[in-house]
């Protein structure tokens, strides 16, 4: 069998560690460097625990002696486990102490923004942790807000759309009584409307589309005594994300959201000032998008979401078919 690039790499990066020309420091920083090679760009799983047995090597080497370096090493090893495929609760769990032990040291000697990066990761591995009963939603959420210190939407849009999307979708997780129901998804919708108060189309195209297509989400299936509203504002979000997500660009993020949009259709009437015409152009439409997401779906070969979307076509076809009878007895 021949050896691979990455067993190549990792040998040369230990027999580099080996020599005697380098300092301990160096050294350290040397195994960190190729582990976040392997961790930026894996081409295989393997790649990401090549990555995970060198931030060990550097975290072994530093002993009491080079604190910052050591914390690097923990938050390398903590985001290398959580971006394992399938990551099990133990690689996660292992994650989670990575982050605690490193975030104080961090605190002390490293910049904000390397704080508030591992503050961001922290939540995440937190919010993976919460359907295990493993980890609180709220300590997720008080993770991403002490990021947002830091990650100003001034400075740091990018990073400021994305926890503000993580605690909108933190929220819609949180286990609540039903009566209650509405509080969590209330302040899911806010929290993206507080993002994108800031992230717009011109200067965040990517972000903007992401925010705007997740605010349908939440406006689609909020509880609320204003149903027809809140699903015309949620095809208005999708709207906006479809100035940005397109077939030749971003085909899986366009296809994500045309079969988010047909959902909201499949409910909402032709026209609300005409409730007894109901809503069969409103299911054609659905229709069409729910057809061409399921190509591209399947062309992407995004089997789950396929399945998803194949199910949902059936059920409007289905759907479809009990109109155009009822039609046809009610013209007869």
Known sequence: MTPSITDSAVKAAIAAVASESATAEEKIQMLIDIAQGFQKKPKTAQDLRNAVGLYYRAYEMCGEEYPLLKARAQVGMSGTLQAIPDADNQLLLQ????????????QQLASPEEVAETQMNFGLVLQSLVPLNLARITDSIQAYHQALRVFTWEDYPQEY??????????????PLASEREYL?????????EVALKHINLIDHPREYAMLQNNLGNALQYLVSSHPVENNLRAIAAYNEALKVRNLKNT???????????ANALFNLLDDSEKPEAGNYQNLLQARIYYQQALEIF???????????????????EAEIRNRHLVKKNVET
């Open 95 to 106: 994650a989670k102490v990575g982050y605690e032990e490193a975030l104080p040291i961090l």
């Open 161 to 174: 759309a994305i926890l503000y999307n993580n605690i909108a979708i933190a929220y819609l997780s949180m």
């Open 184 to 192: 969590r998804q209330g302040l899911a919708v806010q929290s993206f």
């Open 251 to 261: 085909p899986l993020e366009y296809a994500n959201t045309i079969s988010n949009k």
């Open 298 to 316: 399947t062309q992407n070969h995004q089997i789950g979401q396929a399945d998803i979307v194949a199910k949902a076509l059936q059920d409007i």
